[in-house]
């Protein structure tokens, strides 16, 4: 395994949440144009969903959820890339997040292939799938798409089928509950690349509590003991979902008036009584926080971020539902290929690449955001030194998987109704 080096500032790999409360009207205008171009009623939620067969361009398209999976059509027009054929020979194109592939990766790659990387990077996934659109980006593979987007590029047609023959690791070495995911069954344009799961960080000698044995963790970023030093992630799903988690609501896709409402209320009377800090930047701030609702892949960076002073022994995190006490989100990102992609084989070459251990647990040791390979085992990951003991729940199992709740694709109405939220509730932080 290749050492990772201390990491750079991340912000920009997760900015979209910090811009969410701007730049997330921008969210539902793909759904909003296939739904006005169709007859027939608009996609709904959960509620009069489409459920089945979906990937019809300009027309209405089944929303995803974990009771109601999609199964996205092939379409005579969009089919995968053909059998046998070798690799382009580049350059490959990639559009993603900053630092999302490790740099060291990236050059064993070009080496391996004798081909050369052109990374190009966005901040947000409404600027991914608006540029996407546009049909004047030139990609070869977006890393990577958030499943509220999923939708969106399968059903608009900006991404191609896969070619499973060039991505033997997907069966080899995913967990296999994500060889046909709910959110597209039989993986047909989607790749899962990293997960995560969203909990509670806390510095343990500074909490008199102990969140493993309360019935609901999430009552401490809403204890007055903890005022001015608990801080919440931003972004409108983040944010509300912990509010919605607190009162016990699972249905962290809902798009019920009185229920996000009682959130809003909830988030409201934090604001005054916490005087919350809403930001993702839990590891470079360590020590200025006592609590932080917090993802996992962040609570990776804590060990190469420690002020003088504070030792990571110091450090904890929970998911409330591994304990057993309450319920808390877990969400994979994916690869897709876009449909103009130039270098289509070459794409699948990255990413079953990448689902080799050999180079997606090096690229783990730098990304921190954890692919669901079968070889990244809790223990494993400890005895490699890539989190250290304390920290090891952070690592995700298949059976963590089964237990978490995603944040899925709203219809535009619902995503208007929860930024509306945040932006009351952050002043339009």
């Given amino acids: 395994m290749v050492e990772p080096t201390r990491r ?9 949440l910090i811009r ?3 730049a ?9 144009i296939l739904a006005a171009c169709a007859k027939g009623p608009k996609p709904g939620a959960t509620q009069g969903a489409q459920i089945g067969t979906g990937g019809i361009g ?68 409404e600027e991914m799938v608006r540029k996407v659109q546009s049909g004047v980006a030139d990609f070869d593979l977006i890393v990577s798409v958030t499943l509220d987007n999923v939708g ?27 060889h046909s995911p709910y959110y597209d069954k039989d993986s047909r344009y989607t790749v899962p690349y990293t997960l995560y799961s969203t909990g509670i960080a806390w510095q343990n000698d500074l909490v008199s509590d102990d969140p493993t044995s309360m019935s609901n963790p999430y009552d401490l970023l809403w204890d007055p003991r903890y005022k001015g030093k608990a801080h919440l992630l931003n972004g409108a799903r983040d944010t509300v979902a912990v509010a919605l988690l607190r009162a016990g609501v699972t249905d962290v896709n809902t798009e019920d008036p009185a229920v996000l409402d009682r959130a809003k209320q909830d988030l409201l009377e934090g604001v005054e009584m916490m005087n919350w800090k809403f930001d993702h930047v839990d590891y470079n701030e ?21 002020p003088k ?13 591994r304990e057993g006490t309450a319920e808390g989100l877990l969400q994979d990102d994916v690869f897709m290929i876009p449909r103009s992609a130039k270098n289509p084989v070459l794409a699948h070459t990255l ?38 003991p304390n920290l090891k729940n952070i690592v995700i199992t298949e059976d963590d998987f089964e237990l978490g709740i995603p944040t899925l694709e709203l219809t535009p109405e619902g995503t208007q109704r929860w930024q509306t939220i945040y932006q009351e509730v952050t002043g339009g932080a």
Avoid: C
Avoid at 8 to 16: D, M, T, V, W
Avoid at 154 to 177: C, D, E, F, M, R
Avoid at 286 to 304: C, D, P, R
Avoid at 309 to 321: A, R, T
């Fill in 286 to 306: 360590l020590g200025q926080w006592t609590l932080h609702h917090a993802w996992s892949g962040q609570a990776a960076y804590y060990q190469y971020y420690l």
């Fill in 20 to 22: 969410s409360g701007t």
């Fill in 351 to 388: 990413v079953n690449f990448l689902l080799d251990p050999r180079h997606g647990i090096d690229n783990y040791s730098y990304e921190g955001y954890q692919p669901p390979l079968n070889q990244l085992q809790p223990d494993e990951v400890v005895k490699q030194g890539l989190v250290p």
């Fill in 24 to 32: 997330a009207a921008a969210v539902p205008t793909m759904a909003a």
């Fill in 58 to 125: 300009g027309g209405p398209y089944p929303l995803a959820r974990p009771d109601a999976p999609v199964d996205w059509n092939i379409l005579d027009d969009n089919q995968p890339v053909a059998d046998g054929l070798q690799p382009e020979g580049g350059p490959l194109k990639i559009f993603g997040y900053t630092d999302y592939i490790w740099k060291k990766v990236i050059e064993r790659f070009e080496s391996d292939y004798g081909v050369k990387i052109q990374y190009t990077v966005f901040d947000t996934p």
């Fill in 152 to 178: 969106k590029l399968i059903a608009g047609k900006l991404v191609q089928p896969l070619n499973h023959t060039y991505v033997p690791n997907l069966q080899k070495n995913v967990w296999p509950s994500l």
């Fill in 8 to 16: 750079p500032n991340r912000i920009g790999r997760r900015q979209f």
């Fill in 309 to 321: 002073g504070l030792s990571i022994e110091q450090l904890s995190y929970i998911w409330p539902p």
